[in-house]
Every structure is written in C-alpha cells, then in structure tokens.
C-alpha cells in the first residue's frame, strides 16, 4: 500500500496564490462592472488572476500572520508595505512596459498617481479582514479539500497552474511589448 504524500509548503503557497489571484481579479472585475457598467480586462494576465493579489496574500501568510493578534500594529504595517509594493509595481510595469494598469491622479493626496491615501488605507482594512477572517477560512477549506484530493492529481494541478501562469506572463510581456 503507497504512503500518502502530502504536498509541499511551497505548492501549498502556491494554492493560496491561485486562490487570491483568483480573487483580486473578480474583485477588479466588480470593481470596474459597478463603476464603468461594462466588463473592462483588468490586470497584466490574458487568463482570470491578477498576480499582485496573489503576491500580497503571500506577504501577508509569510510575514503579517503574527500581527493578527495585533491589530493596530498590523493595520499600519499593512498599509505602508502595500502601498510601497503597489508604487513599485506600477513603477516597473510602467518602466517596462510603458502602460499603466491604474492611475490614482485625481485622488487626494496620490503619490505620482502610483497610490494615494485612500488606498493606503484600504489595504491596512483589507489586511485585517484578511488574516483575522478570509485566510482562517480559506485554510480551513483548502486543508479539507486537500485531505480527500489524491496527492498526485494535487502536484499535477498546482504545476500545470504554474505553467499556465508563466505562459500566460511571457505571452503578455510579448503583446505589451509589442516584440512581433
């Protein structure tokens, strides 16, 4: 009889990606649906993840999970790496690019258009609701699932998701780059 196998903490990591991506993009999605009443292709992918989601999840499970107990401390820190990790995204998707994916000019007190205050604090609330209620939940739930999913079909989905992302980045990168 074979050993159950468990997956690994970077393939677990990668899930709570996926999940995230998966969920900052429909945010964006209704996002722009309520404010434009039209669909509107949100982020840098073709496929339906916005990867700074799933990055800023990750910071958040690696690095502010500790703070959950501290609320006011993780509010803070929240909002300030988040909005430098936002500012240094739209700086090097500009510099690389020569496109921006958002624009905060006419927002109050906005940084070179790159962030403004009133998202600054909306990730410190986002952050908060994050890790004290979304993530318990989603671990909950994912640990369920990977309990009654055999490991092989796991490790094979986690790693076609990861090529699909990296094909998707490098067809996107091309496209917006203009290269044929």
Not at 31 to 37: E, K, N, Q, R
Not at 42 to 68: E, M, T, V
Request: include cysteine; hydrophobic fraction near 50%.
């Amino acid at each position: 009889m074979e050993k159950t196998k468990n997956i690994t903490k970077f393939e677990k990591l990668a899930i709570y990606f996926f999940i995230y991506a998966f969920l900052g993009w429909v945010g964006e999605e209704l996002f722009c649906l309520i404010s434009t009443h039209e669909f509107v292709k949100r982020g840098f992918l073709f496929g339906p993840i916005c990867p700074i989601y799933g990055y800023g999840a990750l910071i958040l499970i690696l690095c502010l999970d500790n703070y959950k107990d501290k609320p006011i401390k993780l509010f803070l820190i929240s909002a300030i790496i988040f909005s430098l990790f936002e500012y240094i995204t739209d700086f090097f998707l500009q510099a690389l690019f020569a496109t921006r994916w958002w624009d905060y000019t006419g927002y109050f007190l906005n940084i070179n258009g790159r962030i403004t205050l009133s998202f600054t604090f909306l990730w410190g609330f986002a952050s908060l609701i994050i890790v004290k209620f979304i993530h318990p939940f989603i671990k909950k739930i994912v640990g369920r699932l990977l309990g009654k999913i055999p490991y092989k079909f796991q490790h094979i989905t986690i790693n076609i998701l990861l090529f699909l992302m990296i094909v998707d980045t490098l067809i996107s990168s091309v496209n917006y780059l203009n290269v044929f």
